[in-house]
């Protein structure tokens, strides 16, 4: 294991703020790509969710901001809205280390006049979609004619979503003298050509084989489609997972089984891109902060995903491609972590099946669905609820206030407390379900920081 203090050109501060986050160690590919990164020079590097590609490419991004120069310096693009929050998140953790570096969010399902006023301030480091990045460029609300850094992250996704031709554009628009990252879990065709494109004698990094899913115990069950709603809930009903994800492979499926499940008493929601972006932000809100125990989603809507100790994942219907199912599983074994996932197989996926055995290059382990079919079906209820407080970062309003404001009037002990998240017009807060309503009155009975607010109980 190789520490980040070895690394001489992180400043002090910041790695004491990487000491602070709980990073001692840097993760494989942090160790092969930092130094070079840091250094100056493009890399392409295979990297799988989970294994700190974020932060690798993110110091090297922070270490070449200048934040006396009002221009934007960094530009990293991203496949889905989803994903692009993930990373801003973590961007704005790792600049904890300095002061005044903007970094802005730019994606569709947005309004894009709201975002052009974010830009009359040039923000530092911009992460966003390629069409709407693309959409800025032309209206001339963004200018990356002087960034010091383009990252593509997650490049082979970007490629499935037809986003090529975007991309060639968007680059038109930066200087050739840029430093260029690209991250991406596999090495299709298409990669290696934008590589030899964009890239000045890049250093590659394979730090692992996606196929290789050590922590993952994985478990394959045949039943036919008409069987799999009644598996999947003795599978919850056996097994009671604090999380879990649900992956099927169309939007009506995703809505049908979660409304089963909520008419079970299975707590669970339905995610997919017929969703209105808020209502998406909402639903991974209250996945992540233990509001909701099941996700049933597909895969486009799921990228980005980034839920801690994710304690299960199902394939309702198997992927048609083997790399797919890989990144389905790999949620729920982050960093090293153990993880579990159940595969249900109808006879008509047996093709996909072999094919999957293949690519794995193990023996897939095969039980038979009647078993959880004979499981009774027990309620697998949430454990917190989540507030919506009307009011955000343009508020001015930080966790803290929110913290204090139902501890102090509201009199709640902090334990009931849980995650509390921050839009620029929304804050969300997951309380114990017992203690819901109570928090709910009080808040809309006081104040947060002087002001009286509007909070209403998500259902």
């Keep these: 294991m190789t520490a980040f203090s070895t690394l001489t050109q992180l400043p002090a501060s910041q790695l004491t703020n990487l000491e602070e986050m709980g990073y001692l160690a840097m993760t494989p590919i942090q160790a092969a790509a930092l130094p070079d990164i840091l250094a100056g020079r493009d ?74 006023d974010s830009l009359q301030h040039a923000p530092h480091i911009v992460v966003g979609t390629p069409g709407r990045i693309l959409d800025h460029l032309k209206r001339e609300t963004l200018n990356i004619g002087s960034i010091a850094t383009l990252v593509l992250d997650e490049a082979d ?64 069950w045949e039943g036919s489609n008409r069987d799999k709603l009644p598996m999947l809930m003795g599978l ?8 879990c994800v649900v992956f099927c492979n169309t939007k009506r499926e995703c809505d049908d089984i979660a409304q089963a499940l909520e008419g079970s008493q299975i707590s669970a929601m339905a995610l997919h891109g017929d969703l209105e972006q808020r209502d998406r932000d909402q639903v991974l809100i209250r996945f992540a902060n233990g509001s909701c125990r099941v996700l049933v989603a597909t895969d486009v809507a799921a990228r980005g995903l ?8 199902v394939n309702y219907q198997l992927s048609f491609d083997p790399e797919v199912h890989v990144h389905r599983i790999g949620r729920t074994a982050r960093a090293g972590q153990q993880g579990k996932a159940v595969s249900f197989v109808a006879p008509d996926e047996m093709v996909r099946a072999h ?19 004979s499981v009774a079906v027990k309620p697998l209820e949430a454990e917190m609820a989540t507030l919506c407080i009307d009011g955000g970062r343009k508020a001015k309003i930080r966790p803290g206030d929110i913290l204090g404001a139902l501890t102090g009037d509201a009199g709640l002990k902090s334990e009931l407390i849980g995650k509390i998240d921050i ?17 709910m009155k009080q808040l809309q009975q006081g104040k947060i920081k002087g002001k009286t607010c509007r909070a209403r109980l998500l259902k």
């Design 355 to 373: 094919a999957l055995e293949d690519y794995l290059q193990m023996k897939l382990n095969w039980q038979s669905g009647s078993a959880l079919k």
């Design 423 to 439: 839009t620029p017009t929304h804050a969300y807060v997951a309380i114990r379900h017992d203690a819901a309503r109570q928090a």
């Design 157 to 220: 996704r970007m490629l499935e979503m037809g986003f090529r031709d975007d991309i060639d554009a968007i680059i038109g628009y930066s200087t050739p003298s840029r430093q260029t990252l690209l991250f991406s879990a596999t090495w299709p065709q298409g990669i290696a050509q934008i590589s030899n494109r964009i890239q000045r004698d890049p250093l590659t990094v394979e730090t692992d084989d996606v196929s290789e899913l050590p922590a993952i115990e994985q478990s394959f």
């Design 43 to 116: 890399v392409r590097a295979q990297a799988k969710t989970g294994s700190g590609k974020t932060a690798a490419f993110g110091l090297g991004v922070l270490q070449r901001i200048d934040p006396t120069q009002y221009t934007t310096q960094s530009l990293v693009l991203c496949p889905t809205r989803e994903l692009a929050d993930q990373v801003t998140k973590e961007l704005r953790r790792l600049a904890r280390f300095t002061q005044n570096i903007k970094i802005l969010t730019l994606c569709g399902g947005q309004p894009i006049g709201v975002q052009r």
């Design 306 to 313: 980034d839920i801690k100790d994710l304690a299960m994942v």
């Design 236 to 243: 919850l009903s056996e097994q009671q997972p604090k999380s």
